[in-house]
């Protein structure tokens, strides 16, 4: 199972763009990238959420009622622009598509698991050329929980026809690290996403890799443990 953003494909810029048209559209400033790199991999709503939070007016005092319109308005902006720019200000990461070239060499049936709606991660990996390795695409809207919870994750090991305790995944947070220690799943990270603003080797894994072709030298060279 392997995540998206920051695993994948590094889509700050999109969101950087995305985000930017939405917070313009209903009058505030946009923000910057680092500040978007923390709040990246919890799922739309809550970026969203996030950001509206974050570049709320000083003082601004706001009825629910309101606040859960402004929130569905800026949703909708953002979907819009993001289904519009999805891919063009992203890039896969230097090993991403070689990792996983080798790991189907392997034999491995592979899931793409992402905490982005459904119909914004298949155009995405079909931009990047990614969506062939996949036997199946599940985003943060494919179940009823996302990641941190352990449910897409056995849900998707379902869909493999594999148990949780043989199925790897490949993530760049601790989002990805909690819901596969929670799913039963060993877990390996990559050390150049994003984690929150927190440092990687910091967050309980099984390994981290520097790219994904070098996880899947690792697995070819694996040797059976008894
Ligand atoms: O939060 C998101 O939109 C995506 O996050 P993920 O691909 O890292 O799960
Ligand atoms: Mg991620």
Known sequence: MVDLDG???????????????????IGRHPLSRAQIERLVGKGSEHLI?????????????QDPA?????????????QAEYLRIN???????SGAEAGLKALRAQGLRLACLTNKPIAFARPLLAAKGLEGYFDHVFG??????KKP???????????????PAQTLMVGDSSNDAAAARAA??????????????EPIRAVDADGFVDRL???????ATATPTQ
Do not use: K
Request: net charge negative; glycine share 8%; proline share 4%.
């Open 7 to 25: 695993t994948l494909v590094d889509t700050l810029g999109d969101f950087e763009a995305a985000l930017a048209a939405m917070l313009t559209a």
């Open 87 to 93: 891919g063009q200000c992203s890039t896969a990461y």
């Open 49 to 61: 959420r996030s950001v509206l939070a974050l570049t709320a007016p000083a003082g601004a005092q």
């Open 184 to 197: 039963g799943c060993p877990v390996v990270l990559v050390t150049y996403g994003y984690n929150h603003g």
């Open 66 to 78: 309101a606040q859960e319109a402004l929130t569905e308005q800026a949703w909708r902006y953002y």
């Open 140 to 145: 943060g809207d494919s179940f009823a929980r």
């Open 149 to 163: 919870d352990p449910l897409p994750l056995i849900e998707t090991c379902r869909a493999l026809r594999s148990a």
């Open 213 to 219: 072709d070098a996880l899947a030298l690792r697995a």
